[in-house]
């Protein structure tokens, strides 16, 4: 079965620092990842997908199927990147489509 | 575009109790996903509706919930009789085909006492 491993439930930068928060997954497919993000008060949402290979927000994210993982990183951390982050896996089904297993998720807090 | 519409917003029973959550999807998107997100956990798929269709209920506690979707748009999730472990919040997403972009509702955060 799939999974999604995020190690670090809590991730405390200073602002200008460099973040990455970790994230590993085991599936035996091919892999479709995303990471999504919920601001505070605010909707789940996507922030990028491995297959669009663009920078949102600074962040970046790069598919490393040798060590399957998926970290997110961004060079210079901003307090608006305050946020809990999800990694999550995207796995065909039968019947059709895809369904997504999310991580526990690491809450990023950039301290001033 | 309107985005995804849950309500109620909070709701908090008595266990044995029942409950209802009601979400109104983005128009147009065919795709429509529950999950049930635990305090401390990512949200875990519950079930995902193609159309009026269901394409997944894997992890559906089938003896105690279920859900429907309503002429391929609306869709409640019932819970009866709920226990201690559902208090959650349940998420209601939507997108355009199932290997899209998902856009998630507000919520519903479900106390069971």
């Known amino acids: 079965a799939q999974r999604v491993t995020q190690p670090e439930k809590l991730l405390s930068v200073f602002k200008g620092a460099p973040v990455e928060l970790k994230c590993n997954y085991s599936y035996s497919g091919s892999p479709e990842l995303f990471w999504y993000v919920q601001y505070s008060r605010q909707r789940l949402q996507l922030l990028l997908r491995h297959i669009s290979r663009e920078s949102i927000k600074g962040f970046t994210a790069d598919l490393n199927k040798g060590e399957t993982s998926f970290h997110l990183k961004k060079p210079f951390a901003q307090e608006e990147d305050s946020a809990m982050y999800y990694c999550?896996?995207?796995?065909?089904?039968?019947?059709?489509?895809?369904?997504?297993?999310f991580g526990t998720g690491t809450q990023l807090k950039v301290e001033l | 575009e309107a985005g995804v519409a849950q309500s109620p917003r909070y709701k908090i029973i008595e266990k044995r109790q029942s409950v209802a959550f009601w979400c109104n999807p983005i128009?147009?998107?065919?795709?429509l996903y529950w999950y049930q997100q635990i305090l401390g956990q990512g949200p875990k798929l519950l079930i995902q509706f193609q159309n009026n269709g269901v394409v997944d209920d894997s992890q559906l506690p089938k003896d105690r919930f279920s859900a429907e979707r309503l002429k391929g748009v609306d869709s409640t999730l019932k819970i009866q009789p709920a226990k201690l472990e559902d208090s959650a919040v349940y998420l209601c997403?939507?997108?355009?085909?199932?290997?899209?972009?998902?856009?998630f509702g507000p919520g519903t955060r479900l106390t069971v006492t």
């Open positions: 128009s147009g998107h065919a795709t």
């Open positions: 997403a939507s997108s355009t085909s199932p290997s899209y972009e998902q856009y």
């Open positions: 999550a896996l995207s796995v065909w089904i039968t019947g059709g489509g895809n369904k997504l297993t």
